[in-house]
């Protein structure tokens, strides 16, 4: 399985200029619904915040009107931080209720445009939004949303410094520090007092290979901080790669796996392929197989799932 993103493939040129075109109708849509230059002063405002992957991005006016381009893995940190005042008028994405009910408010109304084929520059621009967040790879095909209102794009695969930074957004470091506070808490009590080493798969495709994550990927970062420890792979990139189970089967001299969903019958197929179910480490047992939600909560980690993971993992954690 592909990483948990709403990345679409790089656009060609004439998609590019297809969506340049639409930045002037953007333009539009959003003067006519915010006019910075009518609105009233913000104390603290503008201001200029720092994100890891983009640099400074400045914004002029308190955020009340904010979009999240993919809902999934925005929505999950931007919700301790929203009131009255700062409120969210859209999201795209394809995330549901029954997938992610730690968001299940938000997401209940829908997704308020689709991402598939790029993004809808009109659709966004004519929520007005003061503020665009995204997490993930978003790469050349969300460049034309930063002419409708400044985007900022949260940190991956660091829930503190994506809550951290959303403190310093909303001016609420409290919050940010109340919310960190919760989840260091949660991670303490659970943390294994010896290490032990796993491996992560996220899934099975059916055509013989399964998909390793290793260190630098969410959910090892996640084990990491319980003390276990995940297989590395000199040859992974962006933290995972796909193998055959042949060479499966010789990188699992590890203490415990960590299977993700598939879907019901491929991590049937999986456990049962002769190759697979012989490796000793399956042959004994010592796997822990997630189910759709569990693997929802683990991509990305964030705050209100970090509970779910650490039920989700009780097996490794009090071996």
């Known amino acids: 399985m592909a990483p948990t993103l709403l990345a679409p493939p790089v656009v060609d040129d004439a998609t590019r200029r297809r969506f ?19 609105a009233p002063a913000d104390p603290g405002f503008p201001r200029t915040v720092t994100t890891p992957d983009d640099g400074p991005v400045r914004l ?7 979009v999240a381009m993919n ?10 931080f929203l009131t009255p005042e700062y ?4 999201f795209g994405g394809t995330a549901t209720p029954e997938e992610y009910p730690w968001i299940a408010d938000q997401l209940a109304p829908g997704p308020a ?32 949303a930063r002419a409708v209102g400044p985007l900022v794009q949260l940190p991956e695969t660091d829930l503190r410094a994506t809550v951290t930074l959303l403190g310093e957004i909303f001016g609420a ?26 491996a992560v798969l996220l899934d099975y495709a059916g055509d013989g290979t399964v998909n390793f994550r290793v260190p630098g990927a969410e959910l090892p970062n ?15 990139q962006d933290g995972y790669e796909d193998v055959s189970l042949e060479l499966a089967s010789a990188r699992l001299d590890v203490d415990f796996v960590v299977i993700g969903h598939a879907g019901d019958e ?33 991509f990305p980690v964030t705050p209100p799932t970090v509970p779910i993971l650490i039920d989700a993992l009780a097996p490794l954690l009090r071996a």
């Not at 340049?20 to 009518?38: E, F």
Request: aromatic share 4%; hydrophobic share 55%; net charge negative.
């Open 173 to 198: 470091p409290d919050v940010a520090r109340r919310v960190l506070a919760e989840v260091d808490a949660q991670i303490a009590a659970a943390r294994r007092a010896t290490p032990v080493t796993a």
């Open 266 to 298: 491929l991590q049937a197929a999986l456990l049962a392929d002769p190759v697979f179910s012989a490796i000793p480490v399956i042959a004994q047992g010592r796997y822990v197989v997630l189910d759709a939600r569990q693997n929802s909560a683990g």
């Open 20 to 38: 340049l075109g639409m930045i002037a109708a953007a333009g539009l849509l959003t003067a006519c619904a915010a006019d910075p230059g009518t």
């Open 222 to 236: 996640f084990l990491a901080e319980l003390n276990v420890v995940v297989a590395d792979s000199p040859t992974a």
């Open 113 to 144: 445009f689709t991402v598939a084929d790029g993004v809808p520059v009109e659709a966004v621009a004519a929520l007005a939004p003061d503020l665009i967040l995204a997490n993930g790879n978003l790469g050349d095909y969300w460049e034309p």
């Open 71 to 80: 809902g999934n893995r925005v929505l999950p940190f931007l919700v301790p």
């Open 87 to 90: 409120r969210l008028v859209g």
């Open 60 to 66: 002029d006016r308190a955020p009340r009107r904010i």
